[in-house]
């Protein structure tokens, strides 16, 4: 028999008239792996309402972490969640739902929390991954130069944002004009899910400007994370590949790949 006090649809499902929200600190306290809850439903779907695509279970609202309804924003996206619930098998794991917990931190985070979401973005304006350039080997100079010059230019062209570029790791300052035209664009930037989306994409990527060129179409996810990366790509072509690395490197990808569906799908 279920512990009504540890049913794991409670976190999903809720119940009437319910109130007080779970603990989200609660995984944190625990000691030891999680374990992961059974799946508790048999079809994962979607219905549309006024207020968007709500992803359902048995029929049933679905509830983030924090108990706020689960609405996607389009159908589209609402079809991707809910083939993420769909393809679960015998329990269900968060780690392989990139989407999901992307909707859950919009939902959850972001929609309250916007102007200090644009805020923590406008920090990387001045210190972002492209402008810093190695001074040597020539191989890993034109590498940059390739993957992060059309960046630069596009930033130019298309947002106003003039970037000083530096040899190194000493901190460059960038022109007053650069952080505001970058953060202006960040001002720009519609709906929740795609805020979401580009945060998600600039934290793990370290830059802002790969994300918002992502944002807006001139790179595709594989470009962008393989722009992302050109240092580690260089190191791995010469000391070889590590596996722990690597394994950390796709998790992190499938993350990205999921931030930029929803950019792309909001």
């Known amino acids: 028999m279920t512990d009504p006090k540890n049913d794991a649809t409670r976190d999903w499902l809720g119940e009437p008239g319910e109130i007080k929200p779970p603990d989200p600190h609660a995984i944190a306290r625990g000691h030891g792996k999680p374990v992961l809850p059974k799946r508790f439903y048999k079809e994962a779907g979607f219905s ?127 022109p007053d004009e650069t952080v505001a035209a970058i953060r202006a664009e960040i001002g720009r930037v519609d709906g929740t899910f795609r805020l979401a989306a580009l945060h998600a994409m600039t934290t793990l990527t370290g830059s802002l400007l790969i994300a918002l060129a992502v944002l807006h179409g001139r790179l595709t996810a594989e470009q962008a994370w393989a722009a992302a990366h050109v240092d580690e790509t260089f190191q791995a072509s010469v000391w070889g590949s590590d596996a722990e690395a690597e394994a950390r490197l796709v998790t992190r990808k499938a993350e990205f790949e999921a931030a930029a569906a929803t950019a792309a799908l909001a």
Do not use: C
Not at 145 to 172: C, F, K, N, T
């Open 48 to 174: 549309e309402t006024e207020a968007g695509f709500g992803l359902t279970l048995d029929g049933r609202p679905a509830r983030t972490p924090a108990r706020n309804l689960l609405r996607l924003p389009t159908r589209a996206l609402a079809e991707r969640v809910a083939a993420e619930w769909q393809a679960q098998a015998e329990v269900i794991d968060p780690a392989k739902m990139p989407l999901t917990r992307l909707a859950n931190s919009a939902i959850d985070g972001v929609a309250e929390r916007r102007d200090e979401v644009a805020a923590d973005l406008g920090a990387y304006a001045g210190t972002d991954l492209v402008a810093y350039r190695a001074s040597d080997p020539p191989r890993l100079i034109a590498a940059q130069s390739e993957a992060w010059d059309p960046i630069v230019d596009w930033a130019r062209d298309a947002l106003g944002a003039r970037l000083v570029l530096s040899e190194g790791v000493m901190h460059v300052t960038q």
